[in-house]
């Protein structure tokens, strides 16, 4: 089992939608998560993290944080074709952040 | 600030050739990371450093690969020698520590490819 799992996507939304982007963890010890944003060709930058359960709001950007369920979300409100990037999912464990694969999404117009 | 700087951003090299990667973390950030991408393994730490001494090495892949930080505002990937599977980006980050919310912040990236 992978440290941490995402669904590789593509995931395609309307512009508009509420575009849903989880993510799970196998270490029950961690205690910080974060949602970095990758357009193709850049480098990740950090959208966003959250370490306390529940939801965790930033404009258009929620992060829910699920401990006992061991699983991280990311909602993108009012998507934009702007959003359309890989999401990388990180969870820092032993001092050390463990990134998922990504999630690809697509808003389309 | 500029950034966390890298060079070069594109490398391309034959195999068995010696490759040196650069970065410059962001002024003022204690730790420096090496991450390496791909598509069939995402983001990988390599190994990262705090106050330019090295704590984690335990991604660096085989005695191929070596990092150095002789000071705060520089490092070094050398990969010697080089090999087809190590075509790769590249990313050094840095950040101003590992508490809870410490961004790490990433640079442009080196795309490597080795031929």
């Known amino acids: 089992q992978k440290e941490v799992e995402q669904n590789s996507g593509p995931l395609s939304v309307p512009e508009g939608a509420i575009a849903s982007l989880n993510c799970t963890y196998s270490d029950r010890g961690s205690q910080s998560f974060f949602w970095y944003r990758q357009y193709s060709g850049k480098s990740p930058e950090l959208i966003m993290f959250i370490y306390s359960n529940g939801d965790k709001e930033d404009g258009r950007f929620t992060a829910q944080l699920n401990k006992a369920s061991q699983y991280v979300s990311l909602l993108i409100r009012d998507s934009q074709p702007s959003d359309s990037a890989t999401y990388l999912c990180?969870?820092?464990?032993?001092?050390?952040?463990?990134f998922g694969a990504g999630t690809r999404l697509a808003v389309h117009p | 600030d500029a950034g966390v700087i890298q060079s070069p951003r594109h490398e391309v090299t034959e195999m068995g050739q010696e490759v040196t990667l650069r970065c410059k973390p962001i002024?003022?950030?204690?730790?420096l990371f090496w991450y390496r991408q791909t598509m069939m393994r995402g983001l990988e730490l390599l190994i990262y450093?705090?106050?330019?001494?090295?704590?984690?090495d335990s991604g660096m892949p085989e005695d191929r690969f070596s990092a150095k930080m002789p000071n705060a505002s520089f490092s070094t990937l050398k990969i010697q020698p080089s090999e087809p599977r190590d075509s790769a980006v590249y990313f050094c980050a840095s950040s101003l520590g590992l508490a809870g919310g410490d961004e790490q912040f990433f640079g442009p990236g080196t795309r490597l490819t080795v031929l």
């Open positions: 450093f705090n106050n330019n001494v090295p704590i984690d």
């Open positions: 990180a969870v820092r464990g032993y001092n050390k952040l463990i």
């Open positions: 002024s003022g950030h204690d730790y």
